[in-house]
């Protein structure tokens, strides 16, 4: 006997909650983020004043208002919001919360964001040529590599380039967060890792990891894109 997937009836019927289907709470917040348009630049200057006295905007956040800016799943070399250097097209840079999405759009448009365009690295030559690295150089071998390739009967040498895909999610990236009694904060997320959305979530705001509880009702596709960024 097969058993039908726990969302099978909800999903064809087009019934199934996502984050956005959640109904609209009293003082509930909108949320915009502020994307860099340059693969690789220096911050030199960001000026949010006219953004936070747009009318109907609670607040305007750069990477100065987190209690810790760095995270990383793997190695901690990420900040949350780009301080002094954007390293890819779409990297947080500020976030705008205000009572309607049309204000936070126009709040967004008025930060001022000077920068210093800086040559991008598009490939994994150019990476290496300027010694670009992710993480500590790690090699993993045993034996005599050299006298093995030597004497093996057959080898074999080539190059093989893999480009990017663009993945279609059922639910783009989407959360909900609300401040809970003694400073705890509840978050529904689309998201792979809700153990580590509550860890990161902590982490930049300086609490306790039991003070941060995450909810993923449905992950709604992710392709590991929802397993850290979702945060």
Request: aromatic share 6%.
């Amino acid at each position: 006997m097969s058993l039908p997937h726990d969302s099978a009836t909800t999903h064809v019927q087009g019934t199934s909650e996502y984050i956005d289907d959640r109904p609209f709470t009293v003082g509930e917040l909108h949320v915009g983020v502020l994307f860099s348009p340059h693969a690789h630049a220096k911050i030199k200057k960001l000026n949010t004043k006219n953004a936070e006295n747009h009318p109907g905007i609670a607040g305007v956040y750069t990477a100065k208002d987190f209690h810790a800016n760095i995270w990383g799943t793997i190695f901690q070399d990420q900040p949350l919001l780009a301080e002094e250097e954007v390293n890819f097209v779409g990297e947080a840079v500020a976030i705008v919360a205000g009572e309607t999405k049309r204000s936070v759009l126009d709040a967004l448009s008025k930060i001022s964001v000077q920068y210093q365009v800086l040559p991008a690295l598009l490939s994994i030559e150019a990476a290496r040529k300027a010694e670009s690295f992710i993480g500590f150089p790690r090699k993993i071998e045993r034996g005599n590599i050299e006298s093995a390739l030597l004497e093996a009967p057959h080898t074999l040498e080539g190059q093989v380039v893999l480009r990017g895909a663009d993945h279609f999610y059922l639910e783009s990236q989407a959360a909900l967060a609300y401040p809970k009694e003694g400073g705890q904060i509840e978050v529904h997320s689309s998201a792979q890792h809700p153990t580590e959305i509550q860890h990161v979530v902590a982490h930049a705001l300086g609490i306790p990891d039991k003070d941060v509880v995450c909810i993923v009702k449905r992950m709604g596709g992710a392709f590991g894109g929802k397993e850290s960024q979702a945060a």
